[in-house]
C-alpha cells in the first residue's frame, strides 16, 4: 500500500452498489446536449471531476475536488443523487451508498456517448 495514502487515511475498498434507492428522481434528458461530459463545476470551473445532480442537472466538482458536489447536496437535501462524469457511476448523498437502477441507464448511456463518442458496447 502507498505509504503517503495509508497516512492520510485514504485506503480503498469494494463498494457494491444497492438497487433499491428510494431518491431516484424522475430526471429529464435531453439528447440533444452532446457537450454534457465538458460541462465545468458551476462554482470553481474545474473540469477534472465532476459530478451532475440528477435533479436539477447542476454541474459541480468532487469531494476530491473542492466538494462543491457535497456543498450543493448540503444546500438543497433533496438534491441527493448524482451521476459521475469520470466513471459515469451514481451515488446518493442520502443512502450515502453507489446505487445501480434501469432507470439511470440512459442518461448514462447518453454520458457515455458524449465522454467516447460512441454507444456503449453491450
Known amino acids: 500500500m502507498n505509504e503517503s495514502l495509508a ?5 480503498g475498498f469494494a463498494v457494491e452498489p444497492i438497487t433499491n434507492c ?3 428522481p424522475d430526471y429529464q434528458i435531453n439528447e440533444k446536449k452532446p457537450d454534457l461530459y465538458h460541462k ?10 465532476n459530478w451532475q445532480c440528477l435533479h ?5 466538482c468532487s469531494r476530491y475536488c473542492q466538494g462543491h458536489m457535497k456543498q450543493h447536496v448540503q444546500n438543497v ?3 441527493s443523487v448524482c451521476i459521475s462524469y469520470s466513471d459515469l457511476s451514481v451515488w446518493c448523498y442520502k443512502c450515502d451508498n ?7 441507464e440512459p442518461i448514462k448511456r447518453i454520458l457515455y456517448v458524449s465522454k467516447f463518442g460512441q454507444e456503449p458496447h453491450q
Open 56 to 60: 436539477c442537472n447542476s454541474v459541480y
Open 77 to 79: 437535501p433533496e438534491h
Open 98 to 104: 453507489y446505487i445501480t437502477h434501469n432507470d439511470l
Open 22 to 24: 428510494p431518491h431516484i
Open 40 to 49: 465545468p463545476c458551476l462554482a470553481c470551473g474545474d473540469t477534472k471531476e
Open 7 to 11: 497516512s492520510q487515511g485514504l485506503v
